[in-house]
């Protein structure tokens, strides 16, 4: 045998291995997540109404502390989890929207960040 026909059959080798090795992962992750889907159903959201009263927490200790405006903001992220959460119940998690819950996430790190830098 020639490189060149060598080189081409090892490249088919190879190719065939990958498609192989890639369609078995495909297959893995769509049986997989559906597994995970027919077990949340209903409680999807459990996770976020936890984080929710996480936040209601802080938010009490942040308004007993005089700090209003942290207060306010941990009580809104709350909110958008407990929303969030009914929406993950009934599987529409591609209509949970965490635009504005960035923004306060972001918001109040700064405002903790600028805190620590007064000390």
Known sequence: MKR???YISGLRMI??????????ILAIVLTTSGFAEDNDE???????RETAME??????KYDEM???DIATIYTRMAEI???????????RWDDIDWSEY?????KLM????????KK
């Open 66 to 68: 005089g700090m209003s």
């Open 15 to 24: 190719n065939n291995s990958l498609i192989s090795l890639s369609s078995f």
């Open 102 to 106: 960035e923004e306060l996430d972001e």
């Open 81 to 91: 989890k407990r929303h969030a959460g009914s929406l993950a119940d009934q599987g």
């Open 110 to 117: 700064k405002i903790h960040a600028s805190k620590k830098h």
């Open 4 to 6: 060149h026909q060598i």
């Open 42 to 48: 209903g409680n999807g959201g459990n996770g976020f």
């Open 55 to 60: 936040y209601e927490d802080h938010a009490k």
